[in-house]
């Protein structure tokens, strides 16, 4: 299967690997996909008082495309309020890579990773 | 050294510049270009000539008659003409057919077609190690089983299976065995005469000869009735119509020739370096094999590194062609169906990459292989969220996963 130049950048150099403390009250963690499924995605976010997302980690299981999305969303959501990283749609990811079309599902990951850690968020942060 | 290391014998090999040779001499003008049914000027003779030698050849790596070898396009054709042909053919005795869930497609979905016209069809669960015992086949054989259907070499996971057993378990019930041989036949010994199978598929391209041409061997002492899928000129005893291709049919005899002569030699030099390859990634942690290690053809060794999914390990051993039993590589997103049916969990099928090494693999090719595994391995597991939980202890198949 031939990939765009941007998955394999993404796959080759991919930004913001690693990890937070997921019990630290400012870390919102996304866990998505499962391992039978071949794709699972943890998306970490760091979030200030403003609610502004400061940085961004992940780790990924799954194909080059799974891992450039994660990639990707790492580098959009960096400066955005959760409203604004709630926003970003698995359209825009798979564009953005390129993505063929039995690979969207890694888009949609990547959106539903988001979520998820926006979600955990809210959990912990009942008020914001 | 040239980049990328081909690893991917398997799936096809090179043609052997021998055969490619040899090939060449029944295409141009100069060459011998006759139709091999021409029976009326010399053109015609020579061709045929060199289809008698090539048969012959076929033969002799088998132990078979050059009478009873039948060319074809390649392995798929030569599976659907066996099995169709024979079950169509004897249709009338019964309607039940064997076989295994980790046959190659082209014997899969010959069954399937099959059973929409009527018949029935057993697919044998392959013990974990991918092995489908003799008492297996004994169990489901029944008295209206006309067909069984089982490879010799499995072509993801390299196994050997033990067809001199069911050969006479299948005599002993009268029913006719087909072997698809595409991935053992120039690679381990098969006599027919030992072995009492009753049809034999061949591929020219997994031997080092070309794509395109395939055979089929069809027993004549019990004589093995099939009906034909392609009719024409009544070439190949009715069997198999269509113009004979000279220059495929030689340098499938050619390829045959080479293996019968330099198979023990060979295959004791692939070994080497498939055990090369194996020790030198074996010590890694959570590193399983697929399928049994003593049962094995020389040069298929099949890996899942856990944790790491198998697509990203391919396109990171860009180096190396490799293939994976990920979903990712296929279309269907579904994990090898081999493994599946070795009881593998999918996690491990969608790790696994296949690594096939064959007659032009040197020793400085896997000792790179080793050294990017080994690189990657690292780096992809580094990015796994799954190895973290690995290292922390936590047992994956207790979460519950949001499946999509």
Same mark, same amino acid.
């Given at each position: 299967?031939?990939?765009?130049? %941007?998955?394999?950048?993404h796959y080759?150099?991919?930004?913001?690997?690693?990890?937070?403390?997921?019990?630290?009250?400012? !870390?919102?963690?996304?866990?998505?996909?499962?391992?039978?499924?071949? =794709?699972?995605?943890?998306?970490?976010? %760091?979030?200030?008082?403003?609610?502004?997302?400061? =940085?961004?980690?992940?780790?990924?299981?799954?194909?080059?495309?799974?891992?450039?999305?994660?990639?990707?969303?790492?580098?959009?959501?960096?400066?955005?309020t959760?409203?604004?990283?709630?926003?970003?749609?698995?359209?825009?990811? *798979?564009?953005?890579?390129?993505?063929?079309?039995?690979? +969207?599902?890694?888009?949609?990951?990547?959106?539903?990773?988001?979520?998820?850690?926006?979600?955990?968020?809210?959990?912990?942060?009942?008020?914001? | #050294?040239?980049?990328?290391?081909?690893?991917?014998?398997?799936?096809?090999?090179?043609?052997?510049?021998?055969?490619?040779?040899?090939? +060449?001499?029944?295409?141009?003008?100069?060459?011998?270009?006759?139709?091999?049914?021409?029976?009326?000027?010399?053109?015609?003779?020579?061709?045929?000539?060199?289809?008698?030698?090539?048969?012959?050849?076929?033969?002799?790596?088998?132990?078979?008659?050059?009478?009873?070898?039948?060319?074809? @396009?390649?392995?798929?054709e030569?599976?659907?003409?066996?099995?169709?042909?024979?079950?169509?053919?004897?249709?009338?005795?019964?309607?039940?057919? +064997?076989? *295994?869930?980790?046959?190659? %497609?082209?014997?899969?979905?010959? $069954?399937?077609?099959?059973?929409?016209?009527?018949?029935?069809?057993?697919?044998?669960?392959?013990?974990?190690?991918?092995?489908?015992?003799?008492?297996?086949?004994?169990?489901?054989?029944?008295?209206?089983?006309?067909?069984?259907?089982?490879?010799?070499?499995?072509?993801?996971?390299?196994?050997?299976?033990?067809?001199?057993?069911?050969?006479?378990?299948?005599?002993?019930?009268?029913?006719?065995?087909?072997v =698809?041989?595409?991935?053992s036949?120039g690679?381990?010994?098969?006599? &027919?005469?030992? #072995?009492?199978? =009753?049809? !034999?598929?061949?591929?020219?391209?997994?031997?080092?000869?070309?794509?395109? +041409?395939?055979?089929?061997?069809? $027993?004549?002492?019990?004589?093995?009735?099939?009906?034909?899928?392609?009719?024409?000129?009544?070439?190949?005893?009715?069997?198999?119509?269509?113009?004979?291709?000279?220059?495929?049919?030689?340098?499938?005899?050619?390829?045959?020739?080479?293996?019968?002569?330099?198979?023990?030699?060979?295959?004791?030099?692939v070994?080497?370096?498939?055990?090369?390859?194996?020790?030198? &990634?074996?010590?890694?942690?959570?590193?399983?094999?697929?399928?049994?290690?003593?049962?094995?053809?020389?040069?298929?060794?099949?890996?899942?590194?856990?944790?790491?999914?198998?697509?990203?390990?391919?396109?990171?051993?860009?180096?190396?062609?490799?293939? @994976?039993?990920?979903?990712?590589? *296929?279309?269907s997103?579904?994990?090898?169906?081999?493994l599946?049916?070795?009881?593998?969990?999918?996690?491990?099928a969608?790790?696994?990459?296949?690594?096939?090494?064959?007659?032009?693999?040197?020793?400085?090719?896997?000792?790179?292989? !080793?050294k990017?595994?080994?690189q990657?391995?690292?780096?992809?597991?580094? #990015?796994?969220?799954?190895w973290?939980?690995?290292?922390?202890?936590?047992?994956? @198949?207790?979460?519950?996963?949001?499946?999509?």
């Amino acid at each position: 299967m031939a990939y765009s130049e %941007k998955v394999i950048d993404h796959y080759e150099n991919p930004r913001n690997v690693g990890s937070f403390d997921k019990d630290d009250q400012n !870390i919102a963690t996304g866990m998505v996909g499962a391992p039978a499924c071949g =794709d699972v995605m943890k998306l970490q976010l %760091k979030i200030n008082a403003d609610g502004v997302i400061e =940085d961004a980690k992940f780790k990924t299981y799954g194909c080059g495309s799974a891992i450039a999305s994660s990639s990707l969303v790492t580098e959009w959501v960096k400066g955005k309020t959760l409203d604004q990283a709630r926003a970003i749609t698995n359209t825009e990811i *798979s564009a953005e890579l390129a993505l063929p079309p039995v690979k +969207i599902h890694c888009s949609i990951l990547a959106e539903d990773a988001i979520k998820a850690a926006i979600d955990d968020y809210r959990s912990k942060h009942p008020n914001k | #050294m040239k980049l990328p290391i081909y690893l991917d014998y398997s799936a096809t090999t090179p043609v052997d510049p021998r055969v490619a040779a040899k090939m +060449i001499q029944f295409l141009t003008a100069e060459g011998e270009f006759g139709n091999p049914s021409s029976r009326s000027h010399r053109f015609g003779w020579q061709a045929e000539e060199a289809v008698d030698i090539a048969r012959e050849q076929i033969a002799d790596l088998i132990n078979a008659d050059p009478r009873e070898i039948i060319f074809t @396009s390649g392995a798929t054709e030569s599976n659907n003409l066996a099995i169709k042909g024979a079950a169509h053919f004897y249709g009338k005795k019964g309607k039940h057919i +064997i076989t *295994s869930k980790t046959e190659h %497609k082209a014997v899969l979905d010959t $069954c399937r077609q099959l059973e929409r016209e009527g018949y029935e069809v057993t697919y044998l669960d392959p013990q974990t190690d991918g092995i489908v015992t003799p008492a297996q086949l004994k169990d489901a054989l029944r008295e209206d089983t006309i067909v069984v259907s089982l490879m010799h070499v499995n072509n993801e996971i390299g196994v050997i299976q033990d067809i001199a057993a069911y050969g006479e378990l299948c005599r002993a019930n009268k029913t006719i065995l087909h072997v =698809d041989a595409a991935q053992s036949a120039g690679k381990i010994e098969i006599d &027919v005469q030992a #072995m009492k199978v =009753d049809l !034999i598929s061949f591929s020219g391209h997994k031997m080092y000869g070309p794509k395109g +041409i395939g055979a089929l061997y069809v $027993c004549r002492k019990p004589r093995v009735r099939l009906e034909a899928q392609m009719h024409g000129g009544g070439h190949e005893r009715g069997m198999r119509s269509g113009t004979l291709a000279t220059h495929q049919i030689a340098a499938l005899g050619e390829a045959c020739r080479i293996a019968k002569e330099e198979m023990s030699a060979e295959n004791e030099r692939v070994l080497a370096l498939r055990n090369r390859l194996l020790e030198g &990634v074996s010590d890694m942690e959570e590193v399983y094999i697929n399928g049994s290690m003593d049962h094995r053809v020389a040069g298929n060794i099949n890996i899942s590194f856990n944790y790491v999914e198998g697509e990203s390990l391919v396109m990171a051993l860009k180096d190396l062609a490799v293939s @994976s039993g990920s979903a990712c590589t *296929s279309a269907s997103l579904e994990p090898s169906y081999v493994l599946r049916a070795l009881g593998r969990d999918d996690e491990l099928a969608h790790s696994s990459i296949r690594f096939s090494i064959g007659r032009f693999t040197t020793e400085e090719e896997i000792d790179y292989a !080793i050294k990017i595994i080994r690189q990657n391995i690292g780096r992809l597991r580094e #990015m796994s969220p799954l190895w973290d939980m690995y290292k922390e202890g936590i047992d994956i @198949s207790s979460i519950d996963w949001s499946h999509h």
